[in-house]
Every structure is written in C-alpha cells, then in structure tokens.
C-alpha cells in the first residue's frame, strides 16, 4: 500500500527543546515537500527536495532545517521551536513536476 | 510569484444541490497545473482533480468537474449533487512547471446541510 507516513502525529513540546518530525515514503518519488497549515492562510511550503541531496527553501523557511541523505526519508528539523511554530505540519510527495502530490496524515505541533 | 485566491471562507448547501467553490490563480508562467484537494475534518489532504493549463477539455472526476477558463484564470470546482460526506475544507493549489513549489489557496468551508 502506498503511503507517506509522518511522525509524531501530536506533540507538546516547550520552546528551544530541538524536535524532528520525520516523513518516509513507499512510493520511489523524487519530490518531497514540507507544509505548515494555520487557520486562514491555507498551507504555506517551508523546504521542498527535488532527489537525494537537493533540498531548496519555500515560501516560509525560517526557523526549520531539512536533510534528504535517503530517497524515502525527509525530516524536518526544529532546532530551537518557538511559539509561533505551533501549527499542523504536513509531508507530501510527487513524481517528476506533474500530477498529484501524495500528503501524509499531519503532525500536529504545540511549542509552550 | 503564483498566487492563488479563494474568496469563499465559507458556504452552506442544501444536500443534492450542486456546489461551485471559486478559485483564481495568478501566474506569468504558461505551464502550470491546477489541483483541488479536500480536507474532512479528520484533517487529511485528499485529491480531488488535477487540470493543466494546455488541456484542452475540464478534467472530470466522478461528481467533480473542474471549470477551466484559462483567460479568466480560474478554475473552479463543482460538485453536483452533493452529499453529507462532502463537508469539509477544500483547497485549491497551482505548480507551475519547472518550479517545485505547490501553492495553495486560504480554502473554502463547504457544510452540507441535511
């Protein structure tokens, strides 16, 4: 079965404790892409990877860190989480520049 | 820059009616393609529909068709004969070929009432 698979799901974290939200795909895609999604202003793109070892900033890049050593694997990275960074984080992933992307379940973040 | 605008926060419709929820994009690139997603509130993303900007017929999935008007920059859903289970919040999104990025729409919050 195809999946995209994000973990945690829920965190409560305290500002500053460094957090890494993982994403792992069975599907063989080159694109992967994180998102963060807050009421009223939809999802906004925080790092996209085209292939291994290509990683490149989106629209809301700061504060957060990705790495892509393994084709299935992109992390996201929270070094120092920060109160503004609470939100509902999602993983997707995609073939080649076209056609849908494939969303993992949501990781819902709260930073005290 | 790509932008895409919802201006829809939120709609009610009577169950069995059809539904059009409004997207416009904007993009200076040629080569783009459009999507629809869902979101029920269990909170994850579904697809709905895809259209590309050079197909030459609105794309059609089941009871969701996408109505493309390429000089008008819209793309907007419609879900005919609506059911309980279409409540949700639905998110338009556009990639332009060449860049990677998805951009999304601030979403419509469709309730369909009994």
């Known amino acids: 079965e195809a999946q995209v698979t994000q973990n945690p799901r829920y965190l409560i974290t305290v500002t500053g404790k460094k957090l890494t939200v993982t994403c792992s795909q069975n599907?063989?895609?080159?694109?992967m892409s994180w998102y963060r999604q807050d009421p009223g202003l939809g999802l906004r793109q925080i790092y996209y990877?085209?292939?291994?070892?290509?990683?490149d900033k989106g629209d809301v890049p700061e504060g957060y860190k990705v790495s892509r050593k393994e084709k299935r694997n992109f992390p996201l990275i929270l070094e120092s989480p920060s109160p503004n960074q609470t939100s509902l984080y999602f993983c997707a992933t995609g073939q080649g520049a076209v056609g849908e992307l494939f969303f993992g379940e949501g990781s819902r973040l709260t930073v005290l | 820059a790509q932008k895409i605008t919802q201006t829809q926060p939120g709609m009610f419709v009577q169950e069995k009616e059809a539904v059009t929820l409004d997207c416009t994009y904007d993009?200076?690139?040629?080569?783009?393609?459009l999507f629809w997603y869902k979101q029920p509130s269990s909170g994850e993303m579904i697809f709905l529909i895809y259209?590309?900007?050079?197909?030459?017929q609105n794309a059609t999935e089941g009871r969701y068709s996408l109505n493309f008007q390429k000089a008008r920059k819209s793309a907007n859903l419609v879900i005919s004969a609506s059911q309980l289970g279409d409540s949700a919040m639905y998110f338009c999104a556009m990639r332009t070929f060449g860049n990677e990025k998805l951009t999304f729409g601030t979403g419509t919050r469709l309730t369909i009432i009994p």
């Open positions: 990877s085209m292939n291994v070892e290509v990683t």
């Open positions: 599907m063989n895609h080159e694109y």
């Open positions: 993009t200076s690139d040629p080569s783009y393609g």
């Open positions: 259209q590309g900007s050079y197909d030459q």
